[in-house]
Protein backbone atom coordinates (compact mmCIF):
# COMPACT_ATOMS: atom_id res chain seq x y z
CA UNK A 1 0.00 0.00 0.00
CA UNK A 2 1.34 3.45 -1.06
CA UNK A 3 0.25 6.75 -0.07
CA UNK A 4 1.88 9.94 -2.20
CA UNK A 5 2.00 12.42 -0.16
CA UNK A 6 4.72 14.86 -2.16
CA UNK A 7 3.70 15.94 -5.75
CA UNK A 8 6.19 15.57 -8.52
CA UNK A 9 7.04 12.13 -10.48
CA UNK A 10 10.42 11.20 -9.30
CA UNK A 11 9.58 9.88 -6.57
CA UNK A 12 10.88 5.74 -5.77
CA UNK A 13 9.32 4.03 -3.19
CA UNK A 14 11.18 0.37 -3.52
CA UNK A 15 14.22 -0.74 -5.19
CA UNK A 16 16.07 -3.64 -5.76
CA UNK A 17 19.73 -3.70 -7.35
CA UNK A 18 22.52 -6.28 -7.45
CA UNK A 19 26.36 -6.06 -7.67
CA UNK A 20 25.96 -6.87 -11.73
CA UNK A 21 23.26 -4.26 -12.13
CA UNK A 22 21.93 -1.69 -9.76
CA UNK A 23 18.49 -1.35 -11.37
CA UNK A 24 16.87 -4.69 -11.03
CA UNK A 25 13.49 -3.43 -9.58
CA UNK A 26 12.61 0.07 -9.21
CA UNK A 27 9.39 1.57 -8.25
CA UNK A 28 7.79 4.79 -8.86
CA UNK A 29 4.97 6.24 -7.08
CA UNK A 30 3.07 6.82 -10.26
CA UNK A 31 3.14 3.59 -12.53
CA UNK A 32 6.31 3.91 -13.84
CA UNK A 33 9.09 1.77 -12.80
CA UNK A 34 12.34 -0.62 -14.09
CA UNK A 35 11.52 -4.36 -13.74
CA UNK A 36 15.35 -6.57 -15.05
CA UNK A 37 16.25 -3.19 -17.16
CA UNK A 38 12.44 -3.47 -18.76
CA UNK A 39 11.26 0.11 -18.41
CA UNK A 40 7.55 0.47 -18.36
CA UNK A 41 5.65 3.38 -18.03
CA UNK A 42 2.28 3.19 -17.09
CA UNK A 43 1.95 6.79 -15.46
CA UNK A 44 -0.65 8.15 -18.27
CA UNK A 45 -3.26 5.63 -16.74
CA UNK A 46 -2.36 7.00 -13.45
CA UNK A 47 -4.09 10.18 -11.80
CA UNK A 48 -2.15 11.53 -8.63
CA UNK A 49 -4.12 11.03 -5.75
CA UNK A 50 -2.15 12.88 -2.60
CA UNK A 51 -2.86 11.74 0.57
CA UNK A 52 -4.67 8.41 -0.53
CA UNK A 53 -3.85 4.96 -0.01
CA UNK A 54 -3.34 2.90 -3.16
CA UNK A 55 -2.83 -0.76 -3.68
CA UNK A 56 0.18 -1.16 -6.02
CA UNK A 57 1.86 -4.43 -7.42
CA UNK A 58 4.21 -5.47 -9.70
CA UNK A 59 4.20 -8.90 -11.18
CA UNK A 60 6.99 -11.14 -12.95
CA UNK A 61 7.01 -14.31 -14.48
CA UNK A 62 10.64 -16.00 -16.08
CA UNK A 63 8.75 -17.66 -18.07
CA UNK A 64 6.14 -15.39 -19.75
CA UNK A 65 8.91 -12.91 -19.13
CA UNK A 66 5.84 -10.27 -18.58
CA UNK A 67 6.22 -7.73 -15.91
CA UNK A 68 2.59 -6.49 -15.28
CA UNK A 69 1.55 -3.16 -13.20
CA UNK A 70 -1.60 -2.98 -11.01
CA UNK A 71 -3.01 -0.15 -9.49
CA UNK A 72 -6.01 -0.68 -6.96
CA UNK A 73 -6.30 -4.48 -8.07
CA UNK A 74 -6.68 -3.50 -12.02
CA UNK A 75 -4.51 -4.12 -14.71
CA UNK A 76 -2.74 -1.16 -16.07
CA UNK A 77 -0.29 -2.86 -18.62
CA UNK A 78 2.50 -5.15 -19.09
CA UNK A 79 6.38 -5.00 -20.55
CA UNK A 80 8.28 -7.75 -21.50
CA UNK A 81 11.74 -8.44 -19.75
CA UNK A 82 14.82 -10.07 -22.10
CA UNK A 83 14.70 -13.76 -22.64
CA UNK A 84 16.26 -15.93 -19.74
CA UNK A 85 17.22 -12.66 -17.98
CA UNK A 86 16.84 -13.50 -14.13
CA UNK A 87 16.46 -12.14 -10.77
CA UNK A 88 20.14 -11.43 -9.35
CA UNK A 89 20.46 -12.82 -5.84
CA UNK A 90 23.33 -10.79 -4.23
CA UNK A 91 20.99 -7.53 -4.12
CA UNK A 92 19.72 -4.88 -1.09
CA UNK A 93 16.11 -4.08 -1.15
CA UNK A 94 15.49 -0.54 -0.35
CA UNK A 95 11.85 1.03 0.67
CA UNK A 96 11.29 5.08 0.27
CA UNK A 97 14.23 5.80 -2.21
CA UNK A 98 16.62 3.89 -5.23
CA UNK A 99 20.14 3.88 -5.69
CA UNK A 100 21.97 4.86 -8.31
CA UNK A 101 25.05 2.58 -7.37
CA UNK A 102 25.48 -0.94 -5.48
CA UNK A 103 24.11 -0.86 -1.75
CA UNK A 104 24.25 3.53 -2.00
CA UNK A 105 23.87 7.14 -3.57
CA UNK A 106 20.47 7.17 -2.91
CA UNK A 107 18.99 10.52 -4.65
CA UNK A 108 15.20 10.50 -5.25
CA UNK A 109 13.29 9.92 -1.80
CA UNK A 110 9.49 9.26 -1.71
CA UNK A 111 8.79 11.27 0.96
CA UNK A 112 5.03 9.52 1.74
CA UNK A 113 3.77 6.63 3.61
CA UNK A 114 4.16 3.09 2.65
CA UNK A 115 2.10 -0.22 4.42
CA UNK A 116 2.29 -4.15 4.15
CA UNK A 117 5.02 -4.00 1.16
CA UNK A 118 5.60 -7.79 1.30
CA UNK A 119 7.68 -9.50 -1.77
CA UNK A 120 6.38 -13.20 -2.82
CA UNK A 121 7.97 -16.24 -4.26
CA UNK A 122 5.40 -17.08 -7.10
CA UNK A 123 3.50 -14.87 -9.32
CA UNK A 124 0.14 -13.77 -8.00
CA UNK A 125 -2.81 -14.00 -10.59
CA UNK A 126 -4.98 -10.90 -11.04
CA UNK A 127 -7.80 -12.43 -9.48
CA UNK A 128 -5.10 -12.57 -6.20
CA UNK A 129 -3.72 -9.35 -6.41
CA UNK A 130 -7.67 -7.94 -7.07
CA UNK A 131 -8.11 -9.81 -3.72
CA UNK A 132 -5.44 -8.25 -1.41
CA UNK A 133 -7.05 -4.77 -3.18
CA UNK A 134 -10.18 -5.41 -2.33
CA UNK A 135 -9.79 -6.31 0.77
CA UNK A 136 -8.73 -3.02 1.78
CA UNK A 137 -5.78 -1.54 3.97
CA UNK A 138 -6.34 -3.60 7.14
CA UNK A 139 -7.42 -6.85 5.51
CA UNK A 140 -5.04 -10.24 6.66
CA UNK A 141 -5.61 -11.67 3.12
CA UNK A 142 -1.47 -11.92 2.49
CA UNK A 143 -1.55 -14.00 5.59
CA UNK A 144 -3.12 -17.11 3.62
CA UNK A 145 0.12 -17.18 1.51
CA UNK A 146 2.31 -18.49 4.05
CA UNK A 147 5.75 -18.70 3.14
CA UNK A 148 5.26 -17.84 -0.12
CA UNK A 149 5.14 -14.33 1.48
CA UNK A 150 8.95 -14.45 0.80
CA UNK A 151 10.02 -10.79 2.66
CA UNK A 152 7.25 -9.75 5.14
CA UNK A 153 6.52 -6.21 6.00
CA UNK A 154 6.58 -7.13 9.68
CA UNK A 155 9.93 -8.36 8.97
CA UNK A 156 11.46 -5.29 7.03
CA UNK A 157 10.32 -3.55 9.70
CA UNK A 158 12.81 -4.60 12.18
CA UNK A 159 15.74 -3.74 9.36
CA UNK A 160 17.79 -0.54 9.49
CA UNK A 161 16.60 2.20 9.01
CA UNK A 162 18.11 5.78 7.71
CA UNK A 163 17.01 9.02 7.19
CA UNK A 164 13.87 10.57 7.99
CA UNK A 165 11.93 7.43 8.81
CA UNK A 166 8.84 7.43 11.52
CA UNK A 167 6.85 4.34 12.00
CA UNK A 168 3.34 5.52 13.02
CA UNK A 169 -0.57 3.66 13.42
CA UNK A 170 -2.42 3.80 10.18
CA UNK A 171 -5.50 3.04 12.08
CA UNK A 172 -5.70 -0.59 12.06
CA UNK A 173 -6.93 -2.61 14.98
CA UNK A 174 -6.29 -6.43 14.62
CA UNK A 175 -9.63 -8.92 15.33
CA UNK A 176 -9.26 -10.79 18.08
CA UNK A 177 -8.22 -14.76 17.63
CA UNK A 178 -10.73 -17.04 18.48
CA UNK A 179 -9.69 -19.26 21.43
CA UNK A 180 -11.73 -22.44 21.25
CA UNK A 181 -13.38 -24.38 18.78
CA UNK A 182 -10.94 -23.80 15.36
CA UNK A 183 -10.78 -26.16 12.74
CA UNK A 184 -7.70 -28.44 12.52
CA UNK A 185 -5.04 -27.14 10.75
CA UNK A 186 -5.09 -29.03 7.73
CA UNK A 187 -2.05 -26.75 5.25
CA UNK A 188 0.26 -28.90 2.99
CA UNK A 189 2.68 -26.01 3.40
CA UNK A 190 5.98 -27.55 4.93
CA UNK A 191 6.03 -29.87 7.98
CA UNK A 192 8.39 -28.41 11.02
CA UNK A 193 9.19 -31.72 13.55
CA UNK A 194 10.39 -30.50 16.80
CA UNK A 195 13.00 -32.67 18.75
CA UNK A 196 13.49 -30.88 21.76
CA UNK A 197 14.34 -27.61 21.07
CA UNK A 198 15.41 -28.33 17.52
CA UNK A 199 13.47 -28.23 14.48
CA UNK A 200 14.24 -30.21 11.64
CA UNK A 201 12.97 -31.14 8.09
CA UNK A 202 12.74 -34.27 6.40
CA UNK A 203 14.59 -34.90 2.91
CA UNK A 204 11.01 -35.35 1.35
CA UNK A 205 9.58 -32.35 2.48
CA UNK A 206 10.24 -30.86 -1.11
CA UNK A 207 7.06 -33.53 -2.28
CA UNK A 208 5.13 -30.57 -0.26
CA UNK A 209 5.66 -28.03 -2.47
CA UNK A 210 2.97 -26.79 -4.84
CA UNK A 211 4.74 -28.57 -7.61
CA UNK A 212 4.82 -32.08 -6.30
CA UNK A 213 1.70 -32.27 -3.55
CA UNK A 214 -0.86 -34.38 -5.27
CA UNK A 215 0.05 -35.34 -7.97
CA UNK A 216 0.52 -38.78 -9.55
CA UNK A 217 4.08 -39.88 -9.81
CA UNK A 218 4.99 -39.93 -13.10
CA UNK A 219 8.27 -39.67 -15.67
CA UNK A 220 8.03 -36.20 -15.99
CA UNK A 221 7.42 -35.44 -11.97
CA UNK A 222 10.28 -37.65 -11.27
CA UNK A 223 12.01 -35.15 -14.06
CA UNK A 224 11.07 -31.95 -12.40
CA UNK A 225 12.73 -33.27 -9.32
CA UNK A 226 15.82 -34.34 -10.44
CA UNK A 227 15.81 -30.75 -11.95
CA UNK A 228 14.46 -29.00 -9.06
CA UNK A 229 17.79 -30.67 -7.08
CA UNK A 230 20.22 -30.07 -10.03
CA UNK A 231 20.31 -26.60 -10.42
CA UNK A 232 22.05 -26.10 -6.85
CA UNK A 233 25.16 -27.18 -8.92
CA UNK A 234 25.00 -23.36 -10.16
CA UNK A 235 26.50 -22.68 -6.53
CA UNK A 236 29.26 -25.17 -6.19
CA UNK A 237 31.14 -24.34 -3.38
CA UNK A 238 28.57 -22.07 -1.03
CA UNK A 239 27.57 -22.73 2.54
CA UNK A 240 24.18 -23.91 2.61
CA UNK A 241 22.64 -22.29 5.44
CA UNK A 242 18.86 -20.62 6.25
CA UNK A 243 19.72 -17.52 3.91
CA UNK A 244 20.94 -19.40 1.49
CA UNK A 245 17.76 -21.33 0.96
CA UNK A 246 15.65 -18.48 0.91
CA UNK A 247 17.65 -17.20 -1.79
CA UNK A 248 17.71 -20.48 -3.93
CA UNK A 249 14.32 -20.66 -3.42
CA UNK A 250 13.27 -17.10 -4.09
CA UNK A 251 15.54 -16.82 -7.26
CA UNK A 252 14.84 -20.16 -8.55
CA UNK A 253 11.71 -20.99 -8.61
CA UNK A 254 10.87 -19.19 -11.79
CA UNK A 255 8.80 -16.63 -10.48
CA UNK A 256 8.32 -13.66 -8.14
CA UNK A 257 5.96 -11.21 -7.12
CA UNK A 258 6.33 -7.64 -5.40
CA UNK A 259 3.27 -6.83 -3.55
CA UNK A 260 2.48 -3.87 -1.29
Not at 80 to 99: A, C, Q
Amino acid sequence: WVKKILSGHNKWWFAYGTSGYNEEIRLRDNGMLYTLGTHVDMSSKVTDQLGTWRHVCLTWSLTTRAASVYYDGLLLGSGTTPSGRKVGVDGYVVLGNEFSSYGGNFKYPFGGELFKVNLFDKELSAAEVKEMADGGLCSEVEEKYGRSRYLKWEDMLLEEKSGNVTEIDVGCTPEPKEEDGEEENNSTEDCECEQGNRTTFSQWDLLRGEKFFNRTVSVELVTELKQAWAILGDFEGATVTERFISHFKFFHDGKSCGDD
